[in-house]
């Protein structure tokens, strides 16, 4: 048989016959896949600081909202956020049920088919799957809007997967800076902890301090001592003075006059003991004193720390039990009322365009192996 009877045949096989398969597919047994989408953003309620490059260039900088953003659409697609997915539904019933074509269903491959028809769909096969055929993230860096777009076999079924998307994802950018604002809680637990034992240790020892010197305000002994040198005082002058006026109409021998110059005398000696023991008291108050002034420094200094850690404390409460991230749902799923996949007729055009190349590769093939052999 000569090449050109060969024609007909490879293109009723590479061509015709495709196209006529993938029509029945589409037309007979390929399975409607609605098709349904949700719109969300990621904010936060932290302010944040001003991107000067991008003021200088006008290229906008990565705000927190756009990294969360991301973040959260590349937890979407991983196993991770599938495994906690598949604990509220029953993704495999619902990709792989009765009554869906085998092409489109969740299916192990063909070779594993093949081989062993009970052969189950493994965790690696069921996450590529989610990720090509289920779930579809785009993210909008102008806006901020990341599009979700979820396809399932039923109308209600993409509704159903859509939720439980979007409740993830909720939970999780709630979760996003919770170690963090965990950590710092427990950063001004500790702080707080540390400067109240401080502040206990400074007043227990000024305490001590206290009932060793025997003395509350230490200024009150000097004023005291100086009290009694006073009154000495006065006593001496007013002694001195009744002295002199004995000394003026009486003998010097007289009882009255030995009794004055005595007390004048005993005066004199208690005055210079008590300045001797002021004198001594006063070294000791003035070291009293100094301590006193270093406590009393301690004691201000610890408890602007305690204070200041009290503060950070409070603060650190007040973030732990707010929320940093909020997911706003723009675009709420809705009920498919019509399949949107598979495009038949594209398919088909897709089908028969590729078939058309392959077959006039081939026939190209074959004509250059023709002239090469000089097959006739």
Do not use: C
Not at 26 to 49: C, F, L, M, W
Not at 155 to 170: C, F, I, Q, R, S
Not at 332 to 360: R, T, Y
């Amino acid at each position: 048989m000569s090449f050109l009877r060969k024609i007909p045949f490879l293109f009723l096989l590479l061509v015709v016959a495709p196209v006529a398969v993938s029509a029945v597919y589409y037309y007979s047994h390929a399975s409607p896949q609605y098709v349904t989408e949700a719109h969300y953003i990621i904010r936060g309620n932290d302010k944040n600081p001003s991107d000067v490059l991008g003021m200088l260039t006008g290229i906008p900088g990565s705000s927190t909202s756009s990294v969360d953003s991301l973040i959260a659409q590349d937890y979407i697609l991983s196993r991770d956020f599938l495994n906690k997915t598949k604990q509220r539904l029953n993704i495999r019933e619902m990709y792989a049920g009765h009554g869906i074509d085998w092409w489109a269903s969740l299916r192990p491959d063909l070779f594993s088919s093949l081989i062993d028809s009970n052969e189950t769909v493994s965790e690696e096969a069921l996450l590529a799957y989610w990720k090509n055929n289920i779930i579809d993230v785009i993210y909008d860096s102008n806006s901020g809007i990341t599009t979700l777009e979820v396809m399932a076999f039923k109308p209600e079924d993409t509704v159903k997967v859509t939720k439980a998307v979007l409740a993830g994802v909720d939970s999780f950018v709630n979760s996003l800076s919770s170690k963090s604002r965990t950590d710092a809680l427990h950063a001004a637990e500790l702080e707080t902890s540390i400067a109240k034992k401080e502040l206990d240790t400074i007043r227990a020892k000024i305490a001590r301090f206290g009932a060793k010197e025997q003395v509350v305000v230490p200024e009150q002994r000097v004023l005291a001592d100086e009290g009694i040198v006073t009154a000495l005082r006065r006593q001496l002058v007013s002694a001195e003075a009744e002295l002199s006026r004995l000394n003026s109409f009486m003998q010097p021998t007289s009882m009255e006059v030995r009794v004055a110059k005595n007390k004048v005398v005993t005066l004199k000696r208690q005055i210079a003991k008590q300045r001797s023991v002021s004198k001594r008291k006063g070294k000791k108050v003035t070291r009293v004193i100094q301590k006193t002034s270093i406590f009393q420094s301690e004691l201000l200094f610890a408890e602007k720390v305690y204070l200041t850690a009290l503060s950070s404390l409070r603060i650190a409460k007040l973030e732990v039990s707010r929320k940093q991230r909020y997911l706003d749902i723009i675009v709420h799923p809705q009920l498919p009322d019509e399949s949107l996949k598979p495009e038949k007729l594209m398919s088909i055009l897709s089908v028969f365009f590729i078939s058309f190349m392959l077959w006039g590769i081939i026939s190209l093939l074959f004509a250059t192996v023709k002239d090469h052999i000089g097959w006739v």
